[in-house]
């Protein structure tokens, strides 16, 4: 028998994101009367958010479509200062002009998962610049900094880890804990805002939001938390080898995103249906019981699922067909990835080229594949890395094929 009796939490609960909860039982009778108004907060560091983001986009979407109203918040102010959680330096910091651009390429993956609209439970997008950046400094230190105290700062995870490893800490980025719960009162006075939700090591922040309202006069706020996901192998949920796992077409390719979810450890299969899938709980009980070769089954419909949620469901289904090209027919499937490199006709050297075609991060980490066999060219392994390719190496249809691995390909063609 569940533990809560609003759709909300107890979804959440049974599909696995709930970590922490400031008040479950008060949490539990607002989401029951649809009253929650909750937000997650997005900072604009990169033109894309990645995979590890999905857990996050994913509450928002199950408390949108249990009734309640949602907030996302773009981080047009607090990136132009940077979290330093989980981070040993600080982040690079960005011009306006950047910030700007990378939020309007992030903003289009929420209109996968939310609604938007001006109705009373339509969700919203608002940017914290819209406040943060109008702030008049001795007055924020009146009504705000006043009530932060120093010695609970230091004993932070955000502060004290990089202080422990003795990882220099910048005046800028100790006040961004400051400036988060200053988001959730803002959030709270404008729309109603009464839960700020996130991953776990944004807990302290959190937190601190609910008790600078608490002494700013406003209503009960709440915090909910998701643990911070690895992989059954202990890798950082949304990376790989070749470097991030980005959700924006335009950063990696929906047959490159596929096929992250096909590659899925075993272990994996049924924590994630239930996390970045919208299927019913009884296929995913179904789906994660499969044993032997019947859990590659299980991982192409994860793959499918997940892909169609980001990136449509047409895409998806042409990325599963693809793969079953190219790997149970083995033919040269025309939608895989396809990138145009310059130099073929004087010869590229086999590392650039697949550094290029995105395989690798790095030419070194090339070297290191080639010595354990995992990159092959027109399907022929590479056992130099002297190599050199050109347009001798050519296809008939006009391209050449790299792969690392058995499930990762990308075409390269004269640019």
């Known amino acids: 028998m569940t533990r809560f009796t609003s759709d909300f939490l107890r979804i959440l609960d049974e599909r696995g994101y ?20 909750g937000y997650i907060g997005f900072d604009c560091t990169a033109r894309s958010l990645h995979a590890g983001s999905l857990v996050q986009i994913m509450l928002l979407h199950w408390l949108e479509k249990t009734g309640n109203k949602v907030i996302a918040l773009m981080g047009g102010g607090t ?13 690079k910091l960005l011009s306006v002009e950047d910030i700007e651009e990378n939020k309007r390429a992030i903003q289009t993956i929420f209109d996968r998962f939310l609604s938007f609209g001006p109705g009373p439970r339509d969700a919203i997008m608002v940017d914290n610049a819209e406040w943060l950046t109008r702030l008049n400094y001795i007055d924020m230190l009146r009504e705000v900094g006043r009530h932060f105290s120093v010695n609970r700062m230091l004993s932070m995870d955000s502060v004290k880890l990089r202080l422990e490893r003795e990882q220099e800490l910048s005046f800028l980025e ?18 109603g805002c009464n839960l700020q939700m996130g991953g776990s090591d944004q807990w302290g922040n959190i937190v601190n939001g609910i008790d600078l309202g608490r002494r700013l006069g406003t209503h009960q706020l709440h915090a909910l938390t998701t643990q911070l996901l690895t992989t059954a192998s202990g890798a950082k949920m949304g990376k790989t080898a070749a470097g991030a796992v980005w959700l924006n077409e335009d950063m990696l390719s929906p047959y ?29 009980e179904r789906l994660a019981a499969l044993g032997g070769a019947e859990i590659n089954e299980a991982k192409k419909i994860l793959a499918t699922e997940t892909t169609a949620l980001v990136h449509g469901r047409d895409k998806a289904l042409a990325a599963e067909e693809t793969a079953r090209k190219t790997f149970e027919e083995g033919t040269l499937a025309e939608s895989l990835p396809t990138v145009a490199i310059e ?56 391209v050449i094929k790299l792969s690392m691995g058995r499930k990762r390909h990308v075409l390269l063609k004269p640019k």
């Open 18 to 37: 709930i970590h922490q909860t400031s008040d479950p039982e008060g949490l539990d009778a607002l989401a029951a009367k649809g009253e929650v108004v």
């Open 174 to 191: 100790f006040n961004y804990m400051i400036l988060q719960a200053y988001d959730f009162t803002e959030l709270a006075r404008r729309y």
């Open 79 to 91: 990136t132009r200062v940077g979290d330093p959680s989980g981070r040993d330096e600080a982040r």
């Open 343 to 398: 130099g073929l006709g004087a010869g590229v050297g086999v590392l650039t080229a697949f550094v290029a075609a995105g395989l690798v991060p790095s030419t070194s980490e090339a070297r290191r594949q080639i010595k354990s066999g995992g990159l092959r060219v027109n399907d022929q392994p590479v056992t130099d890395e002297r190599a050199v390719l050109t347009l001798g190496d050519l296809s008939p249809e006009g």
């Open 256 to 284: 490159d995103y596929w096929q992250y979810w096909r590659n899925a450890e075993d272990a994996d299969v049924g924590r994630f249906l239930k996390l970045f899938t919208t299927l019913p709980l009884s296929e995913v």
